[in-house]
């Protein structure tokens, strides 16, 4: 498992080929193996954080001689905290089950002719990500776990910091009888040009970042893309919502980590408990995060700006928070199906009712109830990590762990079996049996 082209010394269509003559080794590849790498590379970048964050220190010093936008920059730092984050999450990739070669169906034909569904990898994942160095090894170890081989692009921000994570991560490899090429690296835009347009060695392509990124790669591939534009993301606060709580989700939900795509983008009150949770709310936010309200709102936050049309399809990533006050749930679900990116959304209420249509109508990948919408997480979730959150609805959605970096394929043992058997004037019936199976050779 070496970086291959951290210096941009092989073309692209090279790097596919070897990606995916790697990726057909590891689907034959033991999961103690597998997990064994991974744990090494946590130990590993355990005891090199003083160069990793010396590293990411240079890049910082050059984004903002550049000036990198503020949300960037906090995307783009790696401190101790981040890294013991991200060691925390190998070793509960490591610990996670074996998600390749799990049998999801075993049917009796006929006598002694049995099919299986049994998932596996899906080949090669290619993964364009910006500012976020901390990105490649979630990515790279949800990949090395679901024996996919990996192509990694990061943002030229996070050059360095990328750099000596991939050396890091070549460092351990050569330990492991691996395929040398199960993660690569690439560097230039125009290497990500050429991965693009390579359908016939790149099987899924997973863009992190902005909607510019996102919709370039949906934009100029035939290759099917997993991935989210933007994180538009509501709470609403019901009518029989308990108040004190509801103010410490939404500080949650907007202040805690406001740089990032489950951040609160949007807050949805019910006109009933305007009048007491507002003033709540603007106390505790105090001069923290810039709020922008409809003209009823203003009426408990005079200090609020007027909120345009253009604020509610917004993704700020900074700390600022568009308020507006409905009259019914419905209005709430209705102006979150509308303006949301079907990321993530809450409602705070006391009301079951409520709140199971509400979860049940809100259109997004992850819905919560009494919750901060930073919970949508794949590491929160229990996935160890993720490699993106998907806001589609086909193969996987939310916070893509192992299991939507797997496929499956349908397995058929027989002992000379023939078609013609089941055809004609008397043809031989099928007994299609359960057989509560797992498929083994």
């Known amino acids: 498992m070496i970086f291959l082209n951290v210096n941009g010394n092989l073309e692209p269509l090279e790097i596919a080929k070897r990606a995916r003559a790697a990726g057909l ?19 590993e970048l355990n005891r090199s954080r003083r160069s990793v964050i010396d590293a990411n220190d240079k890049d910082l010093a050059e984004a903002a001689k550049e000036g990198l936008a503020s949300p960037s920059m906090k995307r783009l730092k790696l401190d101790d905290s981040k890294l013991n984050e991200m060691i925390r999450g190998l070793n509960h990739i490591a610990g ?67 750099l000596e994570l991939a ?67 509501h709470e609403y606060v019901d009518a029989s919502a308990d108040l004190n709580m509801a103010v410490e989700i939404c500080y949650d939900a907007k202040v805690q980590h406001p740089a990032v795509c489950n951040a609160m983008n949007t807050l949805l009150v019910h006109e009933s408990v305007a009048d007491s949770f507002l003033p709540k709310l603007s106390t505790r936010f105090a001069k923290s995060v810039e709020l922008r309200a409809d ?46 990116t079907h990321h993530t959304d809450g409602i705070i209420t006391d009301d079951s009712e409520v709140a199971r249509r509400f979860l049940r109508e809100v259109n997004s990948a992850v819905v919560l109830h009494n919750a901060s919408t930073r919970f949508s997480d794949g590491y929160r979730f229990g996935f160890g990590a993720e490699v993106g959150i998907s806001t589609g609805k086909v193969h996987a959605r939310g916070p893509v762990g192992l299991d939507g970096l797997v496929t499956h394929k349908y397995i058929v043992a027989g002992h000379g079996h023939l078609v013609a058997s089941y055809v004609g004037k008397n043809p031989r019936p099928f007994t299609h049996t359960n057989l509560n199976k797992t498929w083994n050779i």
């Not at 917004?314 to 209705?334: F, G, H, K, M, Q």
Request: hydrophobic share 40%; aromatic share 6%; proline share 4%.
């Open 25 to 43: 080794k590891m689907s034959n590849s033991s999961v103690e193996t597998r997990n064994g790498i991974i744990l090494a590379i946590a130990e």
């Open 96 to 162: 996670l089950g074996d998600p390749i070669n799990k049998t999801l169906l075993s049917v009796e034909m006929d006598q002694g002719l049995e099919l299986y569904k049994v998932t596996c990898p899906i080949g090669v994942v290619a993964a364009i990500f910006e500012s976020r160095p901390d990105a490649l090894i979630q990515i790279s170890g949800l990949c090395l776990k679901s024996a996919n081989a990996v192509i990694l692009k990061g943002g030229a921000e996070a050059k360095r910091t990328n």
């Open 167 to 233: 050396e890091l991560e070549r460092r351990v490899s050569g330990k492991f009888d691996f395929p040398i090429d199960a993660i690569q690296l690439i560097e230039s835009r125009e290497d990500v040009e050429k991965l693009l347009k390579l359908d016939e060695f790149v099987d899924l392509l997973l863009p992190r970042g902005s909607s510019k990124l996102v919709n370039y790669v949906r934009e100029n591939s035939h290759i099917p893309v997993l991935g989210h534009a933007e994180g538009i993301c």
């Open 295 to 340: 003209e009823r709102a203003r009426k408990w936050i005079p200090e609020a700006k007027f909120v345009t049309e253009m604020d509610w399809s917004t993704e700020y990533l900074s700390l600022v928070l568009a308020i507006r006050i409905v009259n019914t749930p419905s209005e709430a679900i209705d102006h979150i199906n509308r303006y949301g």
